[in-house]
């Protein structure tokens, strides 16, 4: 059963908007829940929605890495349009300190009240949200101010029980279905014996996906990241700039590319690309992608509109 | 000589973006000057600045009508893009109370400090800003919240003495110019008489473009707009939706027109046009033009990136 999971990259520069790629932010859509998601909310982020098939209607959730303002511009305008689109949706928006007072004074003071639709929660490292299929935890990162990495961490599924194959071999239909589904052995009337397990599909792992920005190198964001199957990481600056990278505590290709390697992760994706790295100019783009690459093969470098379905890694 | 004063429309759409409008801005380009004023900010008038030609780095002066999200939303995010590209740079923001409590808020709480190059200065009605060559008014609008309209209007300009002509008379160089250049009457040596008048071209009169939304009829728009050149005035609904407009405290196409014609302005330019009327539905935006030039014909109907030098009408 496709239970597609997708990362749609909104914005994918640092700090200041360019033509090609507006600031920060990153959805994550659930098909089969008409979900999604939001990671950092950069100024345009709902203009960024309108371009794409994305509905701020389906938004539920937004996690708020840091209170830098390319980071988090777009979340009053964002959520003063969603409670325009209907009395009925509620939002949680999850962050460091000084988030529930930014959105407070962002209301008050233009007459929003989202305070009905919203709640915003201050994070702390660990387990932030969980429900029935997700996990959200998050660790703090090395930045100029706070600021914390998500990660989303679907739970394994149990396989799916063969019904047709359990009464093609006559085993009938009945509590005995319940023990098999579980992957326990029974014994039939006539002796025969099966195991569960023979008659369930595997069970399916769970996906994972990591995003961590704004931050220099950190054992956090390791942890943060073990055996990912996407990491979502920054990547401002390349190799020649490290000293760049290094005043304003921010990454170079080579250091996310390191991270991802690290961590063992699947996929590494770059964003969070300064404007700087343009056509044209002496270092590009594709400068940062061949650094990391060097490293860490399974690099992409994120644009705007960047649609990745993450996948399912049956064999571990 | 050109000294144009050209009105860029960066956003006209009401309430929330569409793929076509953006939220409020109006850009004024000195082009003598170099500099670019700026009436409203909605999220995203940064971005839009990005598809023009006109410099953020020229942005001296912006102008805030109220504090409702669609209209202040891109306020911090043009500061602190404005704070990156040069450390030189002053700006003086204008608008209703609140303004320096919502800026100092936005900069405190991510840590962005504006106050630095950055002044926010509460209007009160009258005149709120003067230098040799223009002065911005502003008048109470009425809407919802405090709303001011604001006008800015172009001294006129003395005209310019015909030094060529002077010598060609054999009028000598010297004090007799400078009288001459005041409009004053000589006499020469040799008894002839000429008025500084004859040898001067005509005054110069100054333009004035005025700017009120959001806001429902009244009586201080059209004092605010009396015989100015250019009248921006919102038209959120259609005539057939009154009623809305009653209840919002917007105007219709209509207001606005009639506005206009008791205002005497020489054109009027629709914005703040609600998103309702897209190409396809039962009313849509030529209505609204249709509506209003039936009752003011000089009107025209903004769009985004729409560019209007305003003209200067000699004869009056």
Request: glycine content about 8%; hydrophobic content about 40%.
């Amino acid at each position: 059963m496709a239970r597609a999971l997708q990362i749609t990259f909104l914005g994918t520069s640092a700090g200041v908007p360019t033509r090609a790629r507006n600031v920060s932010a990153v959805a994550l859509r659930f098909e089969q829940r008409a979900a999604v998601w939001l990671f950092d909310c950069g100024e345009g982020t709902q203009h960024q929605f309108l371009r794409t098939d994305l509905k701020t209607s389906q938004l539920s959730h937004i996690f708020i890495t840091h209170l830098h303002g390319d980071h988090v511009y777009g979340l009053a305008g964002l959520l003063a349009t969603c409670g325009l689109s209907g009395p009925g949706q509620l939002i949680r928006v999850y962050g460091p300190a000084g988030l529930p007072d930014y959105l407070e004074a962002c209301g008050r003071l233009t007459q929003s009240d989202f305070s009905a639709r919203v709640t915003a929660i201050i994070v702390s490292p660990g387990v932030i949200y969980e429900d029935e299929e997700f996990i959200v935890s998050c660790q703090p990162l090395r930045h100029r101010v706070p600021t914390f990495g998500y990660r989303v961490t679907e739970k394994e599924r149990a396989g799916r029980f063969d019904v047709e194959r359990a009464a093609a071999l006559g085993i009938p239909a009945g509590p005995l279905y319940g023990k098999l589904k579980r992957g326990e052995r029974v014994t039939l009337p006539d002796g025969r014996t099966f195991d569960g397990a023979d008659l369930c599909t595997p069970p399916e792992p769970g996906r994972s996906v990591v995003y961590c920005t704004d931050t220099m190198y950190c054992e956090t964001a390791i942890a943060l990241a073990a055996d990912a199957d996407v990491l979502i990481h920054e990547a401002t600056f390349a190799g020649p700039d490290e000293q760049l990278a290094r005043v304003s505590l921010h990454s170079t290709a080579t250091v996310a590319a390191r991270v991802a390697a690290e961590a063992r992760v699947k996929q590494l994706i770059l964003t969070h690309i300064s404007p700087r790295y343009t056509p044209g100019s002496d270092v590009d783009t594709n400068d940062l992608l061949r650094e990391a690459s060097a490293i860490f093969p399974d690099t992409i470098l994120a644009y705007d509109f960047l649609r990745i379905d993450v996948p399912r890694h049956i064999a571990r």
